[in-house]
């Protein structure tokens, strides 16, 4: 491969690590046609690009990017599928699903919200973590559940009010 190819690679890999917040390295290397093909389909669905690079290219890709990925490196052995992804969890939980019935892919690492998990020990804490986005609704609903229960008491509490207010005036005559 030539200089000029390398550079374009390395560069498009370096757009794909800053256009998405989070991306996974796999290894799907046992997997057969109908299983990366099937692999290649979920991924789509889901939003979540699926890119298969050269371990050096994609080393060198992520030291220009100068995001602290030091401890990536380590993994960057045998054969790596990347996982681009802008929701933190869903990678984890198309690789689980596909773990109930195959052994592969296998988590090698992962760049989330800024940390980083290495080992496929840590599929089951990045399944199980939120996006940004149900964050943000677990806030809403909480901050609305007090309200609501200020609103629902008033309400229920209006007919018993009127009936004491007209109990009351009915006394007094």
Not at 128 to 141: A, R
């Amino acid at each position: 491969m030539k200089k000029e190819d390398k550079s374009k690679i390395i560069n498009s890999i370096c757009e794909e690590v800053a256009n998405y917040k989070n991306f996974y390295l796999v290894d799907i290397s046992s997997l057969n046609a109908a299983d990366t093909v099937n692999l290649r389909r979920k991924c789509f669905d889901r939003e979540i690009k699926l890119l298969m690079v050269k371990n050096t290219l994609f080393r060198k890709a992520l030291e220009q990017t100068n995001g602290g990925y030091a401890e990536i490196f380590g993994v960057l052995k045998e054969g790596t599928t990347i996982m681009f992804s802008n929701s933190s969890n869903g990678p984890a939980k198309l690789i689980k699903e596909l773990r109930a019935t195959k052994d592969k892919p296998l988590l090698k690492a992962a760049f989330v919200e800024e940390s980083v998990y290495v080992g496929d020990d840590q599929l089951e804490a990045l399944a199980s973590l939120k996006s940004k986005e149900e964050l943000v609704g677990d806030i809403i609903m909480l901050l609305q559940s007090p309200a609501k229960r200020v609103i629902s008491s008033l309400q229920s509490g209006k007919n018993t009010l009127a009936g004491l207010v007209k109990t009351l005036s009915e006394k007094s005559e």
